[in-house]
């Protein structure tokens, strides 16, 4: 089974950047066919899909919330998947969880992948806080 690895978290003021990265390891694909997600959870909040990459033809989908100021991208040479966070708000404080879903037989868009919460990913990590303030 995959297994995934947050890293890059941390406490950062408004208007900063932080780098999230997600290595992989265990992969029974090709890493490129695999989707990957970006969710982040606040307390007392559900968990949201921040930045997600569909697998083969790296179709990526935002959350308004950051859309503009995050960049979800792959390198499939590291193993790694990052999260590329800039102008950071306060608001974006959370933890922040990678998670990755293998090629399944039925093809979901990967607007549906990072939106609807019933939709099962087959990977999970552990989590890294990310904490905006002054």
């Known amino acids: 089974q995959l297994q995934l690895v947050e890293s890059g978290g941390g406490l950062v003021q408004p208007g900063g950047s932080l780098r999230l990265s997600c290595s992989a390891s265990?992969?029974?694909?090709?890493?490129?066919?695999?989707?990957f997600g970006w969710f982040r959870q606040a307390p007392g909040k559900e968990r949201e899909g921040v930045a997600c990459?569909?697998?083969?033809?790296?179709?990526?989908y935002y959350a308004d919330s950051v859309k503009g100021r995050f960049t979800i991208s792959r390198d499939s040479a590291k193993n790694t998947v990052y999260l590329q966070m800039n102008s950071l708000k306060p608001e974006d404080t959370a933890v922040y969880y990678c998670?990755?879903?293998?090629?399944?037989?039925?093809?979901?868009?990967?607007?549906?992948?990072?939106?609807?919460?019933?939709?099962?990913?087959?990977?999970w990590g552990q989590g890294t806080q990310v904490t905006i303030s002054l």
């Open positions: 990459i569909s697998g083969r033809d790296e179709i990526t």
């Open positions: 265990g992969f029974r694909f090709a890493l490129g066919s695999y989707t």
């Open positions: 998670a990755a879903d293998p090629p399944r037989p039925v093809v979901t868009t990967v607007r549906a992948k990072c939106t609807i919460p019933s939709i099962i990913w087959g990977s």
